[in-house]
């Protein structure tokens, strides 16, 4: 049997349509998208289909629509195919995917959840405006450098997400942003490009949201996964749903260490990395942290049935 590497992505994956061919194709979909809209109290699905992509973007609309793409494919997969999983890992909202996936949270739990997550991350960037900025071709000492520099009297800006070699995405105020761009492209940063995103996530600024998010985790019922889930803040493997627990809240103002995590997964020597949900960012990031691995995405149904394909050959 394979062993199959699970990922899951995160926020900005989203596009409006995103899993309409699912349901149409299978009605283990549609129900699916049905119990969604019920658990969370309103039309989820059509923002999902129809949009307007301005209320599909909103941080509390978006983290939902991922999860639910992704379980929906996940569970469309044939059992010989979950079973074979070995580990599995998420971007940022994609982590929770990830315990959902590994049986650690139930569906409807983990849809509740991440909505509250993205309503306490748009409350933490009303409070305190921030923004993000991905910096291209310069090594994480050196953004480093530049986001200590920028940090004094006008806020603080910090690296948010090591997401490959040379793309490391920061965070923080608006003012230290700005700065810290420009300290980067001093330091020699290929390209520096602002991000549209409605807070500094990842970074000091969504301290507000911990104690919320904490809060939230204590109304559900966590168990330990079937399979380790790496975990963004730490790229260490997570057994247990404690651990679970307090690495989801400590992710808040922690950067994502994507690269790191890539490389605890690979230490389960994975046959194949299969990305669960919309798009296909995460393979994209694989081929540029490790090119020996094998990669594919599942996202729509012509998708799942060359994985499973795949898997069989």
């Known amino acids: 049997m394979k062993r199959l590497t699970v990922m899951m992505p995160g926020q900005g994956s989203q596009f409006v ?53 992704s379980i929906v494919t996940w569970n469309l ?11 599995g890992a998420g971007h940022s909202l994609g982590e929770f995917s990830a315990y959902v996936a590994a049986g650690a949270l139930s569906f409807e739990d983990g849809l509740r959840l991440v909505r509250r997550r993205g309503e306490l991350m748009a409350e933490s960037g009303n409070e305190r405006a921030g923004t993000m900025a991905a910096v291209i071709g310069l090594e994480p000492e050196l953004v480093a450098e530049a986001c200590l520099a920028a940090s004094g009297a006008d806020g603080v800006a910090v690296p948010a997400n090591y997401n490959a070699p040379g793309q490391i995405v920061i965070s923080g105020d608006v003012a230290a942003v700005e700065v810290a761009m420009r300290e980067a ?39 330990d ?26 992710q808040l103002t922690s950067p994502v260490r994507w690269v790191e995590s890539v490389g605890a997964l690979a230490t389960e020597q994975p046959d194949l990395w299969v990305e669960l949900g919309p798009g296909r960012v995460l393979c994209g990031l694989l081929k540029r942290i490790d ?21 069989d050959a």
């Open 17 to 69: 349509g995103m899993g309409r061919d699912l349901a149409a194709a299978d009605a283990r979909a549609s129900e699916l998208y049905e119990r969604a809209d019920e658990a969370l109290g309103f039309p989820l699905s059509r923002i999902c289909w129809e949009g307007p992509e301005d209320e599909l973007r909103r941080t509390e609309n978006a983290q939902p629509a991922i999860l639910l793409h």
């Open 225 to 250: 996964p079937l399979f380790p889930i790496v975990a963004n803040a730490s790229a260490a493997e997570v057994r247990t749903a404690e651990d679970a627990a307090g690495w989801l809240v400590e």
């Open 77 to 87: 997969l044939p059992e010989v195919v979950r079973d074979s999983a070995v580990a």
């Open 185 to 223: 492209e001093s330091r020699g940063a290929r390209k520096v490009v602002p991000l549209n995103v409605s807070g500094a996530f990842h970074s000091p600024l969504m301290e507000s949201a911990r104690a919320g998010l904490a809060t939230e985790l204590e109304t559900v019922r966590l168990q």
């Open 291 to 311: 090119r020996s691995q094998s990669s594919v995405a599942a996202g729509t149904p012509q998708e799942i049935e060359l994985l499973v394909e795949s898997f």
